[in-house]
């Protein structure tokens, strides 16, 4: 006879060894770090973020010199500016209308035509050149200083991606331990495996299995982002990126923890894959729930929302890495939230121990799961009878 | 040996077990028949502790039934299963070391059964892929991969091709040489009868009737004789006392005689009716004593 850690360890080795075989989670793997790959880059591909980006068509040597001088200040206003020429007014307006430019300098340089789409940085920025041009010496334009809680655009950035990510991840996951349980149910392969081994160290080993690929998956994306970032250039790799990273980890942890079973429980309701989808249904409503509040928390990560959120284990698996990445939590929140999601978790797997066992073998139709707790209040099916251990 | 001592279960209403008791002995090939929803398959599963007792209790020589003395069990459930995705040779891997075999010896026993079961040219693809019959020889191998001390298959030959059967047989025959008790269940009850050592017959969750087949013939009321004779007037049985003709065919009497009749006088009265052309005890099969007591 084995001991319980021997059982769980061979079956969550069994989990890890025959999913890492199967196509599906190279595949993806893949599609995660390509997503994050075209998250990273894409934007600056597409013109989003980094400075307004401008055209100037100007007419006539005046002209130019006032765009020329706009460009020269370009820094100040936070603007890119390309120039071109143009023949005349005409083909200037022309050029403006078509979207080709934002701003036209007209001849003598003596009026703009602008697009009403055009940046007010960029028109400010050619009026500055206009200035300049005539030798005017107007004050440069006062530093800035962005106030707030440190939430600049990068941050939200990564918090999003991360939000994202761990989204996917626990919903992905728990699905898996989900259609896992079903596989051994619905081809009675769990008959076998129960007259050996106890049900929760079953339930024990299948989520360890999972939730450990599930963590060194994480990791390898987390890891590839961050390269990808470097050598992109559009992430500069400090602490509070590595440190983002960690956060996903520890939050991924602590949200399977509490999702995981749940899912196995789920699983072990229904007989065939073709039910999944229904018995999984409540916490598939539940993580998309807190996935789009978790928005919110991106948004405005001390909003009183956010906060009772980022306490409530089924969200703050998403919530609070949200709010310690975009923003900050007090050290005692954090440690609240990590203690409601653990004691949340822990209840929740003492519901899946009792009702597992006592699920997974009946197999033929779909079981509620009141009369399987009654059922397994009558026999716990974690075998109090198999003493002599 | 294994001893089922009073076992009672219910499903709600339904009672499945009403106190069922038999013995299997070392080296004993046992087999358990009954009709459908007779409770075969409940008392397995509560032998192999996937299902708890209400009632009664199992034991395994001498002492009840604990995990360490179930993972010597093989088993082989009614309701076939193995992962469909998995190879088969890590699949008996992974269900030996389950059982508690170390991986080397884990991996030798696999390759020795894989071989004994014909499997050994399909170890490395996914159970799904193989045929329904080595399907059925890999569930097989599962039962018996870890050296079990104790065989428990519940309806093991059905499915099974001549060929199957055949295997199968020689494999628990071989077993229980070794000192193995397997006990299985089966509605092919001539296989039973040419198998096994002794029977259990078992109706609403009761044993109705147990012993070697032989056991089972003599503890019956009557004996049957098959008597043939020509130009025999109707009503000469009349005659004999104690005798009573329970069936007929092709001017053959089954004659049934009381537990004191004597035969020899049934053959006087038939010799005096006319020409005896056949007299014989006409044995009845397994398949004969379940219907009587099952109906």
Partial sequence: MIGTRTAVWLVARREIVERVRERSLLISTFVTVGILAAGLVLPSALGFGGPAKGTVVAVGPRAVTVAQQARAQQQAFDVELSVRRAAGDAGARALVRGGEADVAVLAGGRALAVADA????????????????????????????????????????????????????????????????????????????????????LLAGKVIGIGLLGLAQLLLIGAAGVVIGAASGQLDVTADVVA?????????????????CAFAVAGALVPRQEELQTATAPLTILIVMSFFLSFGALDDPGSGLARVMSFIPPSAPMVMPVRLIAGDAAAWEVVASVGLTVLGGGALIAVAARVYGAAVLRTGSRVSLRAVWRAAGEQPAGGRRRTGR | MLELDDLRRRYGDTVALDGLSFTVGPGQLFGFVGPNGAGKTTAMRIVLGVLQPDGGEVRWRGRPVDAAARARFGYMP????????????????????????????????????????????????????????????????????????????????????????????????????????????????????????????????????????????????????????????????????GATAVGRDDGTVVVELAGDADEQALLDAARRAGRVRRFAPQEPTLADLFREVVA
């Fill in chain 1, 244 to 260: 983002a990273v960690g956060i996903v980890l520890a939050w991924f942890v602590l949200g399977f923890l509490f999702y995981s």
């Fill in chain 1, 118 to 201: 055009a940046d007010e940085a960029v028109i400010a920025a050619v009026q500055a050149g206009s200035s300049a041009a005539r030798g005017a010496r107007p004050p440069p334009p006062l530093p800035v200083q962005r106030l707030g809680d440190g939430s600049s655009g990068t941050q939200q950035g990564i918090a999003f991606v991360a939000l994202v990510i761990l989204y996917g991840q626990l919903l992905g996951y728990g699905f898996w331990v989900a259609t896992g349980v079903i596989e051994e149910k619905s081809t009675r392969v769990v008959e076998l495996l129960l007259s050996t081994i106890r049900p929760r160290e």
């Fill in chain 2, 78 to 241: 009614e309701e076939r299963g193995l992962y469909p995705k998995m190879r088969v040779a890590d699949q008996l891997v992974h269900l030996a070391r389950l059982h508690g075999l170390a991986a080397g010896h884990a991996r030798a026993a696999t390759e020795l059964w894989l071989e004994r079961l014909g499997l050994t040219g399909v170890a490395g693809r996914r159970t799904e892929t193989l045929s329904l019959g080595n399907q059925q020889r890999a569930q097989l191998g599962a039962a018996l991969v870890h050296e079990p001390e104790l065989l428990v298959l519940d309806e093991p030959f059905s499915g099974l091709d001549p060929v199957g059967v055949d295997v199968l047989s020689e494999v628990l025959r071989e077993r229980a040489r070794e000192g193995v008790p397997v006990v299985f269940s089966s509605h092919q009850l001539e296989l039973v009868e040419r198998l096994c050592d002794a029977v259990a017959i078992v109706r609403s969750g009761r044993v109705v009737a147990s012993g070697t087949v032989a056991e089972l013939r003599a503890r019956r009321a009557g004996r049957r004789w098959r008597v043939d004779v020509d130009g025999a007037p109707a009503g000469w049985l009349g005659a004999v006392p």
